[in-house]
């Protein structure tokens, strides 16, 4: 996930070395095979070697929905569903889409910057269910008929950072390129953007989570629907989590590209 105005791969690059942490996602746990859907992209990040640098979800056999931010490294993508990223992990290839009207460098400063694109495998992935996307302002009908409101709870599931912690130097995390999950609370919603809360006894995103899903529900109230992609927050990942809404217009029209909407 960039923050504010650090890149993901940034972070990735200078927190790999750290020592490890009890938790990635932040406040999470491991993902094991609750989330078989959740993927990494995966790519060679300078000095640090392959990375598992963003994340993101199928959402059909041949189709894995990300964040245009993270398309940084060109046209051809590589993507792993293991919960484990390794160098013996397996590796599907695939074409890099970015939504045509994508700002590079912006960083959800304006409503108007779709950060969302697909990856298209060249070989569909077999043994894994696709998670949902959400119907028409989906969000919208919620937030008017008053369920969605500061309990509603919401699924983050990534490959990202563990939670700051100080130490000598300042702030540091870890990159544990392992598939985790936690649960939010809803904080609000923007035109484009679904605001999620990460403090207290929350959980949420950092630093290569973007990308990644926000599924509607948490626990046993969790479901396959995907409200929104990560893709920014709190420069120590200890506030919110900003998640660029799957329902609107915007994002209908690019994903009808490439999948069938409901």
Do not use: W
Not at 65 to 77: E, K
Not at 245 to 260: I, M, N, W, Y
């Amino acid at each position: 996930m960039r923050k504010l105005s650090v890149l993901c791969l940034a972070g990735c690059t200078a927190l790999v070395m750290q020592a490890p942490s009890a938790v990635a996602i932040t406040n999470g746990q491991p993902d094991g095979a609750r989330h078989p859907a959740v993927g990494a992209l995966v790519g060679a990040i300078g000095a640090a070697g392959n990375l598992a640098y963003c994340s993101g979800t199928l959402i059909s056999p041949t189709v894995f929905l990300t964040a245009a931010h993270c398309g940084f490294l060109g046209a051809t993508a590589h993507v792993t569903f293991d919960e484990v990223y390794t160098a013996t992990s397996t590796v599907y290839s695939g074409t890099f889409h970015a939504h045509p009207e994508f700002k590079s460098g912006s960083n959800a400063k304006s409503t108007n910057n779709p950060d969302i694109a697909v990856v298209v495998l060249d070989a569909p992935v077999s043994g894994v269910t696709p998670a949902k996307l959400p119907t028409a302002g989906l969000l919208d009908q919620m937030k008017a008929a008053g369920t969605l409101k500061g309990d509603t709870g919401f699924t983050s599931v990534g490959y990202g950072d563990a939670g700051y912690t100080n130490g000598p130097g300042g702030q540091t995390t870890t990159h544990l390129q392992a598939r985790y999950f936690a649960a939010g609370l809803f904080n609000s919603l923007g035109t484009a953007y679904l605001h999620l809360t990460q403090n207290g006894d929350n959980g949420g995103t950092c630093s290569g989570d973007s990308g990644g899903p926000n599924f509607l529900g948490a626990g046993a109230d969790e479901t396959p629907v995907i409200a929104g992609t990560t893709i920014t927050g709190d420069t120590y990942c200890k506030s919110t989590n900003v998640d660029f809404r799957l329902d609107t217009p915007a994002a209908r029209a690019f994903l009808g590209d490439f999948v069938s909407l409901p």
